[in-house]
């Protein structure tokens, strides 16, 4: 059993088009997250949502938009893709927003922008 | 605001060597600390993070860490290193707020 699933793993597509990525979780968790991993490895956050409702939104472009429509799914939308948002997205999850809850990720989304 | 760095980008380490893997965090409230790996092509997952209490924390696959007030660091240490130890190690804090700080990564390369 996948504890936090994503898909599609994989994800090219051209410059100018709109994908999603989608996000599950079977923990029972209230809390979920993405984050966004460059190619040097560094992991941002960009949007967490506890218990469908969003807590952290974090300055990445409007053409990003999460979508939560219950507590074990969390969606990202992105519009009108950029050479610049080619990265590894990761969804995590946590059982709640307490600061000492440890995150749960998924196994990532590659994006590739050409 | 807090904020992470992890003073090595990459490690290269013998397999059976002991290893440290360093980093330091800045905040103005208390902090918790965590550890987390990732390995090739996957997602992190945590080794062990500090609450409070004994400031030696041990956590999974061997690995310990160190939390020093003081100093404001929070170590990792693996008294002998395997080949499948070769991953990613990102350490992190919390301590305010919603918002988990990553370091940029420590690459720990384990060599036969």
């Known amino acids: 059993d996948t504890a936090v699933s994503q898909t599609p793993k994989y994800l090219v597509t051209q410059m100018g088009n709109d994908k999603s990525i989608k996000c599950e979780q079977n923990l029972g968790h209230d809390t979920m997250y993405w984050y966004k991993q460059d190619s040097k490895k560094f992991l941002k956050i960009m949007f967490s949502y506890n218990n469908k409702e969003l807590i952290i939104n974090e300055t990445v472009p409007n053409r990003f938009s999460p979508k939560s429509p219950d507590k074990a799914h969390l969606n990202l939308h992105i519009n009108s893709l950029e050479l610049g948002d080619s990265a590894v997205y990761f969804c995590?999850?946590?059982?709640?927003?307490?600061?000492?809850?440890?995150?749960?990720f998924g196994p990532g989304t590659r994006l590739l922008v050409l | 605001a807090q904020s992470v760095t992890q003073l090595d980008s990459q490690v290269p380490v013998f397999e059976e060597a002991p290893v440290e893997l360093r980093c330091n965090y800045s905040s103005s409230v208390s902090v918790y600390l965590f550890w987390y790996v990732q390995y090739p092509n996957q997602g992190l997952q945590l080794l062990l993070k500090y609450l409070s209490g004994s400031t030696l924390v041990k956590g999974i696959n061997g690995f310990e860490a160190e939390f020093n007030k003081s100093q404001t660091s929070f170590h990792l240490r693996k008294p002998s290193v395997h080949i499948s130890d070769t991953a990613e190690y990102f350490c992190a804090v919390r301590g305010g707020g919603f918002k988990t700080i990553f370091g940029a990564g420590t690459r720990l390369f384990v060599k036969a």
């Open positions: 995590a999850s946590s059982r709640s927003q307490g600061m000492s809850e440890t995150q749960y």
